[in-house]
C-alpha cells in the first residue's frame, strides 16, 4: 500500500539528477507530456496540475530541441527518498550535512559532461528553451538555476537560486536579495568591477536543496552537496572564469554581473502567489552556453510544491537548531505549506513547564523575519499535519490566555498583507510593500498537569498495531444485492 511515508527507504542517496529522473520514471511518476509544449504559459500549466503528483517532462517544448523537466522534488517524501533516509530523519540529515560541509573535487580539464558543448555569441532564447510561467509574469524566467559565484576577497563560493529575467540575446536581468551573492557584488561593484558568475541548470535534487541552506558567507554551498551525497561533489572550472561548476550538470550559462547596470525586471509571480513589482535590477551579461550532448533544461512553476518545499525544508531544519540551543525539549518543527513554506511555523514540544510554549514563539520570531505565526503543540500533536495542528489549536487553545501578538516587526517584503493604509494618502497605491508586519503566536498546549480524562485522547486499542492485509478477505465477495427488491 502506497502512502507518502512508505515510499521512502533507506539507502545509498541520489547523486544525478538522471539517475533520479529514471528512478521516478519506473515507479511511475513522470508524466511525458506530448511533444510540442508551447513555452509561454502552457508547459507551467501542465506541470502545475501535475504538481505534488508526478514530474512533467516536455520532449521539444515549443519545438525547441532540449526537453524541459519540471517538478521532480515536489514532495517531502520524495526529497527525503533522494536523501536515502524516512522522511522523519529528513530534517536531522540536512542540518548534519550543514554541520560537516564535504569539499569538493575538481575533474581533469575537458572532462566534465556538462562542458561537451560550448556554445559563444550564441542567443540564449535559441539555445535554451526558457518557458513563461504565470499570466503577468514580463517574459521567460529561468526559475531553477543555481547561481555559482565566488567572494571577490576569499574566494570563497556561494551558491543561490536567483530569478533571471532573460531580456535579449546575451543579456538578463537577476533578482538579488540582500544576502551573500549580493554581498559579493557589492563589493565588486565598489572596485568598478564585473562580479563572474555561473548559473547551473539541470542539477540533482540534493545539490538543489543545499543551494537553500541558510549557511554562514563563507560556506560553499557545493560542500554541503557532497556530505548529502555521502561523497565529494565533482566539479569542473568555467570556460571563461574562475567558476567552479557541478560536473555532471546538465547546462552552464557563464557571464558577469556588470557593475553600475541596472535594467527593469518583472513583474514576476513569486512563493506567496502574488507578483512582485517591476523594478530595476543588476544585470547579466552572458559570456558562454555549455551543456552537456543532450541536455535537459530544469523549470520550477513557482509558487508549487517544488518552490515551496526547496525554501522551506533546509530552513526548517535551521530553524530546528536554533530553538534547540535553547529549548532541548523542542522535537520537531513545520512551515506549513498554506503559508507558503515560509510564515507560519509548527513547533512541536515536550512541555515541561507552564508558560514555555511562550519563550519558544518569541525565540522563533527572532529566528527569522518572515516567521509570521507560531502555533506550538505538545509531543502527541504532528507537527506535519496541518489537520492535527487545528486540532490542537480548537481544543487546547484559548485567545484571551494562549495568544501573543506583536505590533509593527519585520516581515516579509513579499508579503502584501504588509503594505499599510498611509502608502495610500496622496491617491497612488505603493510599488514598494513596508515589510512592516505583525506576528501573532499561539500556545496550543494542554496544562503540564490536568484532571485525569480531561486532556486524554481518544485511542481504539489496537488501531496502531494491526495490520489490515492479514484482516481483509480478499477471497470472499458479498451480493449486497441479494435478496433486495428488483
Ligand atoms: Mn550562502
Redesign the pocket.
Known sequence: MATPTASTSQGAPFTDLRRWLAHLSDSGRVAVIREGTPLEHTLAAIAKRLDGKQAAYFPKPGGHSVPVVSGFMSRRAWIAEAMGVPESELLQRFRNAAEHPLPWQEVTKGKAACQQVVHRDRDVREVLPVPTHSEHDNGPYITAGLVIARNPTTGVQ???INRIQVHSKERMAILMLP??LWAFYKTAEACNEALAVAVVIGIDPLTLLSSQ?I???D?D?LEIAGALHGAPLKVAKCITNEVRVPADSEIVIEGRILPGVRESEGPFGEFPKYYSARELREVIQVDAITHRQDPIYHTIVPAEMEHLLLGSIPREATLLAHLQRSFPNVLDVHLAIGGVGRYHLYVKIKKTHEGQPKNVICAAFGAHYDIKQVIVVDDDVEAHDPLQVEWAVATRFQADRDLIVIHGAQGSVLDPSTTIGQDFVDGTPPLHLQGLSAKMGLDATKPVVYHEHVFTKVRVPGEGEIDLNAEIDVATRIDFLAGAAS
Open positions: 556561494n551558491v543561490s544576502r551573500h541552506a549557511a554562514p558567507i560556506c554551498e
